[in-house]
């Protein structure tokens, strides 16, 4: 029998000797096949080259980037044109992928850096670890609401309050503490913390608690106190809302809105409209004015703020160095609750929705008045079930 070299054995067998060549590869031409051959898994999983945009998942413009890298070099092209079967070295046969080069740096460095240089085009340097792309997910994933309607209140509450100048918006990072009943700013949303779970330790030692987190868009989401603060710390324009702050009502020194002497009003409408005739006594108007109430309301029967209907003045209260619009605030914290839901049209059959007009007996807008000349207002709310002044849990 004659004897067969190595090769002609080898031949015989059908073994493809290019296996051969394969094991002799260095440590970096086998994460560069390594590397391919994910980018090839995704296509046979989706039927497609793998695309660079926004909205794809971060692996996916990883292998985007990836792929563009290995056209353009020549000895990767030569490396891997055997193991080609998909023709992804060829862009003209596949579908086009944005050009790494168009992508902003920041992402690229932030998230796909790790295909950026061929020596370690399967390491994953840059991109983001798994713990934070899952707090993004978390924070990202939200639910419908459910019972939105106990929520809504509060943040039109918290909206009026900083309008009013009773709560400030500040940058997340001077307090990282996440409480029940505070409110951030989250991706242009306003943020409630309705519930903390216990505390426990997360991986790294610190603590960490399952939090319910309702948004002003009627969506509320289940995550992790530790995800929540991410995100904060991630969105530039995130922001924490402080607490109620009365503030200085009167003092010595002026600031604009302020007014030397003035009148807080109480009107009672005149108006024949039914629900306003069958709750006429407890249909107040609360406003403060630096001149004459009776100038103030001397058109009342033609403007919708009035209801379209004459008013009698029930109550004033005189006071000095009142900052009005703080004091219009606080008025509206407090009886919030209790603020008219009414629609009416005006002389134009516009629809109107009346500000300012409240559900409250006068005894208790009277109290609210001593309240803020003795200056114990801060965290009294009004209490509907109750039809009184309660001080609000910490």
């Keep these: 029998m004659t004897k067969l070299s190595d ?30 051959e994910e980018i090839q ?15 794809n998942d971060v692996f996916e ?12 070099q020549e000895e990767c092209r ?31 460095l932030a998230e796909l850096e790790g295909a950026a240089d061929p020596s370690g085009i399967t390491e994953l340097r840059h991109v983001r670890p798994r713990a934070e792309i899952q707090a993004a997910e978390e924070v990202a994933k939200r639910d419908k609401c459910k019972d939105f309607d106990r929520f809504r209140p509060l943040f039109e509450h918290a909206e009026g309050e900083v309008k009013a100048g009773l709560r400030q918006t500040r940058p997340f990072g001077k307090d990282a503490s ?28 610190q603590p960490d608690a399952r939090l319910r987190v309702i948004y002003s868009n009627g969506t509320e989401s289940n995550l992790l106190l530790r995800s929540l603060q991410r995100a904060l710390y991630k969105d530039e324009a995130g922001r924490r809302l402080t607490e109620p702050d009365a503030g200085p009502l009167f003092s010595e020194t002026w600031d604009e809105g302020d007014i030397e002497s003035g009148t807080i009003y109480v009107l009672r409408s005149l108006s024949n409209l039914p629900f306003v005739v069958e709750h006429r006594k407890l249909i107040h108007k609360i406003g403060v004015t630096g001149g004459k109430v009776e100038t103030r309301i001397a058109n009342a029967a033609h403007d919708a703020t009035y209801l379209l209907a004459d008013v009698e003045v029930v109550a004033t209260y005189k006071l000095a160095g009142i900052n009005r619009t703080k004091l219009e605030g606080i008025f509206h914290r407090i009886f919030a609750p209790a603020q008219l839901d009414l629609t009416i049209h005006d002389r134009f059959g516009h629809p109107v929705r009346p500000k300012e007009w409240f559900l409250v007996p006068l005894h208790v807008i009277d109290e609210a008045v001593r309240r803020i000349r003795d200056g114990s207002i801060t965290n009294v709310a009004y209490d509907p079930n109750t039809a009184s002044l309660v001080v609000r849990a910490q």
């Design 61 to 72: 413009r990883l292998y985007a980037v990836r792929l563009n890298r290995l056209r353009e």
């Design 78 to 108: 030569v490396l891997l044109t055997s193991i080609d079967y998909q023709g992804l070295l060829k862009a003209s046969e596949v579908a086009p992928v944005a050009s790494a080069e168009s992508m902003d740096d920041d992402d690229l």
């Design 41 to 55: 898994q995704f296509v046979e999983r989706y039927g497609r080259a793998p695309q660079n945009g926004e909205d």
């Design 178 to 205: 996440i409480n029940t009943g505070n409110f951030f700013i989250l991706g242009g949303q306003l943020a409630y913390v309705a519930e903390k779970g216990d505390e426990f330790k997360a991986p790294n030692g």
């Design 7 to 36: 090769d002609e054995l080898l031949d015989e067998l059908g073994v493809e000797q290019d296996i051969a060549k394969i094991n002799s590869h260095s440590p970096r031409e086998r994460r560069i096949i390594a590397g391919f």
